[in-house]
């Protein structure tokens, strides 16, 4: 098979490789769509802790089964997928408790171990969900990160009527709006660059912020008649801004963090307790295919407001180089391996 290797910071190689045995449980998958994520590029540039090289990434990918395991069931050749990139032990207290996107022993497709930059891909048939013979793979690439908006937005008991700051506009600070906005909450988004904050309109922030144009608590307060925001889901990930998210939350909020940042963040714990502000991590998406899946077949989402580019395999590391030099977007570039 084909596949497109980081083979350590800064170099890429595009050769082939074997594909291994199929075993128990497994099935091959012909890869049809791979989304490029900042993750990506943080193994591409050296940045990402977790990286054994050389590494073939790539977590978002969508294509069609072309062999299954004897002992595989509920997926046959020729069905239409989207692999869930987690690997998780099932045996943990994490993953017994049901929590198997923070296993003692994680893998994550991409990253500790090889992803869907690849014409064929060989994984766990746990992992792979069926998606209609309707929906585009364009369509279902995307589900992977909107099941990472999902998991953010049911940590924070996002709900109608709720207020809701979203800071950082990108692929998934946008899959989280637009998951909020589904949901029936009211959505505030900021920023720092004014073309990402427009495509956050463009996919329905009802207001945005610049904030280095205008004072973020300022703002929030302004938007909210003096109330502050229920919920503050942090997908800018930066860890000094973090007390002025607890100053922007409402009494009884909820903050949600994606950061992995290990740089520590001050903070004035009376915030939290005068407000009994409510304080969680969200990682990975724990399991949310089937329910992003619903969403986009229901038409509760539309995913491809997201896409800004494709591209074919023959263009993969260009593509990769470019965004590597300058920087990743508010919208998603996606791969095409057929």
Not at 24 to 53: L, M, Q, W
Not at 187 to 194: Q, R, S, T
């Amino acid at each position: 098979m084909k596949v497109l290797q980081v083979i350590k910071p800064g170099e890429i190689a595009v050769t082939n490789k074997e594909i291994g045995k199929l075993k128990a449980g497994e099935v091959i998958v012909d890869i049809k769509r791979v989304g490029i994520c900042g993750s990506d590029i943080h193994i591409f540039k050296g940045s990402n802790p977790f990286t054994v090289y050389p590494r073939v990434i790539g977590h978002e990918m969508t294509g069609l089964i072309a062999e299954i395991a004897p002992d595989v069931q509920g997926v046959r050749a020729g069905d239409g997928v989207v692999i869930d990139p987690v690997l998780n032990c099932g045996v943990c207290d994490a993953c017994r408790r049901g929590h198997p996107n923070v296993c003692g022993s994680l893998k994550v497709m991409g990253v500790h171990a090889d992803g869907g930059f690849a014409s064929q891909m060989i994984v766990p048939s746990a992992n792979v969900y069926k998606v209609p013979e309707t929906m585009s793979w364009n369509k279902a690439v995307l589900v992977e990160p909107f099941s990472i908006g999902a998991n953010i937005c049911d940590r924070t008991g996002v709900e109608k009527g709720d207020r809701v700051l979203v800071l950082g506009s990108g692929v998934i600070g946008n899959a989280a709006l637009m998951t909020a906005k589904m949901l029936g909450a009211e959505v505030i988004v900021c920023d720092i660059d004014d073309a990402k904050l427009e495509k956050a309109k463009e996919l329905g922030a009802d207001h945005t912020i610049n904030s280095i144009e205008l004072d973020l608590q300022e703002e929030v307060f302004r938007l909210t008649k003096g109330e502050g925001v229920t919920v503050v889901i942090d997908a800018a990930c930066v860890p000094a801004l973090f007390q002025s998210l607890l100053e922007c939350a409402a009494p009884g909020g909820r903050i949600g963090v994606l950061g992995f940042s290990k740089d520590f963040s001050e903070i004035n714990q009376f915030e939290i307790t005068r407000k009994e502000l409510s304080i969680v991590g969200s990682r990975l998406n724990n399991r949310r295919f089937p329910q992003v899946i619903r969403w986009f077949e229901d038409g509760l989402l539309e995913p491809e407001k997201l896409i800004n580019s494709v591209h074919s395999f023959a263009d993969a590391e260009r593509v990769l180089r470019e965004i590597a030099s300058t920087g990743v977007n508010s919208g998603k570039t996606i791969i095409r391996l057929d």
